[in-house]
DNA sequence: CGGTATAGTGGGCATGTGCCCACACTAGTG
DNA sequence: CACTAGTGTGGGCACATGCCCACTATACCG
């Protein structure tokens, strides 16, 4: 039998193909040939690893969710320790683009994509808010430090962040936001903000 | 020839039935077929009327944007007397279904409908922005009677209601958000508006 | 080295969607 | 009462998408 890592690789290049596609040219581009020829393999492939479409997209969000969890953590050690003490913004955009394009975009555009998360992911996660609860996990460090005015919730902070994200990319015909037009809307968002 | 009144109607019954829809099923359900269903006619009425299924698309949206642009005229007449002093939240709350099904909603489900509303909205007009320069003229009268910060910058408000109400009603599955979550939303992003 | 199980390939089908087109219907006009 | 122009109808085509399936290629095992 063929080894399980070369399996293993092909699940990833199949991921690595689809957030290529879903980066360049949108969630609606993300079909199931797009993304066995952006790999390079023969469309079967998908159907061989994964029961269906659905279930492939659903593996995915959660494979985004995975990589962008410690990323996620990280910023809020760091900003326990202050190490991050002025990237604020730019630490958000980063996780902007992960979540809404990840995560929103895909749930937007597929209409049975939830129902299937639902079924996926364990019990008690709430599937769309689940880059929410990540970015307020992050806020809520942020604001225990001073840096968030403290009447602002950071979970509605995090819904809202991640709903203006996802207008910003998909409202930019696939260019890339301005980093000024990033900074100004969290600084918003966010509101009085200290460096 | 039959008359030009009744071209109107079909027309008209076209555009509800789409809204329908878009209310009912989603951005992705609204198929031409489907709508062409829903106004209980035949699939070819649709052809017979406009150029194809996005420069219908288009037209309804800028229906959408016609009907409207009187609303959001009357709120900020009514902020300039203050008639609907305690009405901010719920005044946003009807713009957002607005905004964020008719336009953030069928613009973001099909790709190639921004670049029609480009060609048929008169030049100069901002067309993803369209809902939010109406929203932000209302939150600038807002702002001018010191119910919004002085310094929250109009526009981007509008952007991230806009942006934050696409996700609210598109991360439901078609059910209505409560009141509560609006609200919520509305005071986090305007911030200390008084009532 | 032959056998076998598994991964990979691509032809093809069912379905849905937008669109075209020939035909039928209707309402004004001479 | 024909005639005609414009509207409404639905069959059908071309294309895309997801999926199934028979076939091939490959790696391990006796």
Redesign the interface.
Known sequence: MPTGVALREVRRQLFDAAERILLRD?A??LTSRAVTTEAGCAKGVLHRHFADFDAFLAELVIDRIDRMDPQAAALRDAAGTGTVAGNLTEALTALFESVAIAI?GL?????GL?ARLRETIPAGVPV??EGATMIAGYLTAERDLGRIAPD??PD??A??L???????Y??T?GDRPEDGAVE??VT??V?DAVR
Chains 1, 2 share one sequence.
């Open positions: 949108g609606n581009a929103v749930i937007t555009a597929r209409d939830r769309l808010t602002r919730d509605i902070l819904f809202t991640i709903g203006t994200a996802h207008l910003l998909a409202g015909d100004e809307i918003t968002i509101g």
